[in-house]
């Protein structure tokens, strides 16, 4: 079984097809199920394509704090101004069978498959942010399935550990920012506890713009990260088109 994992899709559709693109070709080796970690829409302009495309692929769907606010789940207290701003615009132009769409997506952590599980933020609590061993050291400890894929940082990577051995894996990448695909393998042997985050698909914020994912392949007890350019400047000109903040549409080239 190989699932392509995705998350914080965030209403880029263009980058959300080049990482289907990548994802089906020879290279990216093909998947039999996407599991989605939540904040499919907020940033982006284009929100009910992204649900379009991503609604009859997803076999897993777990909901992010975006969704919940862009769907009026909740309120947008505590988002900062330019999250809200854009939640109010997504609220305003969602249509009305993709806000219930939104509205029904479950909580995590969900049980995916035999080894793995899928949340937004912690398996312990969906907005908790996990972006230290000092986050992931308890989580790790107490989830009930050896791997847990978790997004809400936008920073590609994860922890591990084994017995005594504690580790935080980060991919390297050599064409960093560079107009190519590149693919980084990690191992993830049973006995072995894993939190795994596929980075972000639609607002890298680890200095890396090109749009992140993962492909995890349970039978070969492998992840291999992604990254794949796209058409950064057309998600732009979307943003810009739409009046959003501009720093929303700025940022995407930066990867912050
Ligand atoms: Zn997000």
């Given at each position: ?15 959300l ?54 769907s ?29 769409w939104?509205?029904a ?140 903040p501009?720093?929303?549409a ?7």
């Amino acid at each position: 079984m190989r699932a392509l994992v995705v998350s914080d899709i965030h209403g880029n559709l263009h980058a959300l097809e080049a990482v289907l693109a990548v994802a089906r070709s020879p290279a990216g080796g093909g998947f039999d199920q996407l599991w989605n970690l939540g904040d499919i829409v907020g940033y982006g302009a284009r929100p009910n394509e992204v649900i379009d495309v991503l609604r009859p692929l997803a076999t897993i769907n777990v909901r992010g704090n975006h969704d919940r606010v862009c769907s009026g789940l909740s309120s947008s207290q505590g988002f900062n101004p330019i999250a809200a701003e854009a939640a109010a615009w997504t609220r305003l132009h969602l249509r009305p069978n993709n806000r219930e769409w939104l509205r029904a997506i479950p909580m995590g952590p969900i049980r995916a498959s035999a080894r793995a599980m899928c949340a937004h933020g912690s398996p312990l609590h969906e907005d908790q942010y996990i972006a230290s061993m000092r986050d992931a050291w308890t989580p790790l400890q107490r989830m009930e399935t050896e791997i847990t894929f978790f997004g809400h940082t936008h920073v590609q990577g994860g922890f591990s550990q084994r017995e005594h051995e504690w580790a935080e894996d980060h991919p390297v990448y050599a064409g960093r920012n560079s107009d190519r695909t590149e693919h980084f393998m990690l191992d993830v042997p049973a006995g072995s506890r894993h939190l795994i985050n596929p980075g972000a698909v639609g607002q890298p914020r680890d200095g890396d713009w090109r749009a992140a994912f993962a492909i995890y392949d349970e039978a070969l007890e492998q992840v291999t990260f992604l990254r794949t350019p796209y058409d950064v400047a057309a998600a732009q000109v979307a943003i810009r088109a739409a009046h959003l903040p501009e720093r929303l549409a700025a940022r995407l080239s930066l990867g912050r």
